[in-house]
């Protein structure tokens, strides 16, 4: 029986995930080892849909959400490129929400996270409605991102 394999991949997914200070350049890494050995032959390469606001309520509560917003609102104002390792002007709670330390800020952190959250919802929507039997989106899960 033959295994029907799917891959999140955009270059857009891979550039969002390659800004991330603590991680930089993995998943350009990741995607060129994959095609490096040919595994992306063996599969479905899937651009992702970008998570919209519904989607990302579908998932995370409306205070996530917000603090999001506003720490996005901070780094924007204050980040003079898309790395930045003082997270000093991050809001206060940030914390609370898993920003900070391992999480640095990013610039448009909006877009990152809707992005991320579009490849992770582009691969549970293939497996669930069965086109897929193996769904692989190496940007997801991320472990900081809350409920």
């Known amino acids: 029986m033959d295994n029907k394999i799917g891959y999140i991949f955009s270059p857009e997914l891979i550039q969002a995930c390659d800004k991330v200070a ?7 890494m990741v995607h060129s080892l994959i095609a490096s050995y040919d595994l992306h032959k063996k599969m479905t390469c899937i651009s992702p849909k970008q ?11 409306e205070s996530y959400i917000s603090h999001l917003k506003s720490a996005d609102d901070s780094t924007i104002a204050n980040a003079e490129s898309d790395l930045d390792s003082d997270d ?3 809001p206060e709670d940030s914390a609370e929400y898993g920003l900070g330390f391992d999480c640095p800020k990013i610039k448009d952190l909006q877009s990152f996270v809707k992005i991320i959250a579009g490849g992770t919802i582009s691969a549970a929507k293939l497996l669930t409605s069965q086109t897929y039997d193996t769904v692989i989106n190496w940007c997801g899960g991320w472990h900081h991102a809350q409920r």
Do not use: G, P, W
């Open 22 to 28: 603590i991680v930089q350049k993995r998943a350009s």
């Open 51 to 61: 998570a919209n606001q519904h989607d990302l309520r579908t998932f995370h509560s």
């Open 88 to 90: 000093d002007d991050l």
